[in-house]
C-alpha cells in the first residue's frame, strides 16, 4: 500500500479557486491510479476526479467537470486537484485514494486512503 496526506484545503469564497495536493509515500507511486472523492455528514462518499498512472487519462464527476482538474507529477510523488468556479455546494472533506491497477471512479476499488482535508465553500 501506498500512504498519503492531503493539503491544501481551507475557507474560500463562492466563485474562488483551491489546489488540493496528495503527497504519497510508499511504494512506487507511479504505477499507481489516483483519485479524489468528497464527502459531506450523512451522504455517501462522492466520486470527483481520477487520473491514470500516466496522467494521460482522466476522468471526472458531472458535478465538477470544467471547473475542476486532477493532475500529477510523478517524480514529485503527488497529485493535484486544482479547483475553479467553488460553489458552497463543493463544500466537504476532500480525500485522496490510490489503486495500483487501473483506474476507477469507484471508491470502494481504492484501497489506499488519505486522511482527508476540509474545504469550505461560502456564500
Known amino acids: 500500500q501506498v500512504q498519503l496526506v492531503e493539503s491544501g484545503g481551507g475557507l474560500v469564497q463562492a466563485g474562488g479557486s483551491l489546489r488540493l495536493s496528495c503527497a504519497a509515500a510508499?511504494?512506487?507511486?507511479?504505477?499507481?491510479?489516483m483519485g479524489w472523492f468528497r464527502q459531506v455528514p450523512g451522504k455517501e462518499r462522492e466520486f470527483v476526479a481520477a487520473i491514470d498512472w500516466s496522467g494521460g487519462n482522466t476522468y471526472y464527476g458531472d458535478s465538477v467537470k470544467g471547473r475542476f482538474t486532477i493532475s500529477r507529477v510523478n517524480a514529485r510523488n503527488t497529485v493535484y486537484l486544482e479547483m475553479n468556479s467553488l460553489k458552497p455546494e463543493d463544500t466537504a472533506v476532500y480525500y485522496c485514494?490510490?489503486?495500483?491497477?487501473?483506474?476507477?471512479?469507484?471508491?470502494?476499488?481504492?484501497?489506499?486512503w488519505g486522511q482527508g482535508t476540509q474545504v469550505t465553500v461560502s456564500s
Open positions: 510508499g511504494r512506487t507511486f507511479s504505477s499507481y491510479a
Open positions: 485514494a490510490a489503486r495500483p491497477t487501473a483506474v476507477s471512479t469507484i471508491a470502494n476499488q481504492f484501497g489506499s
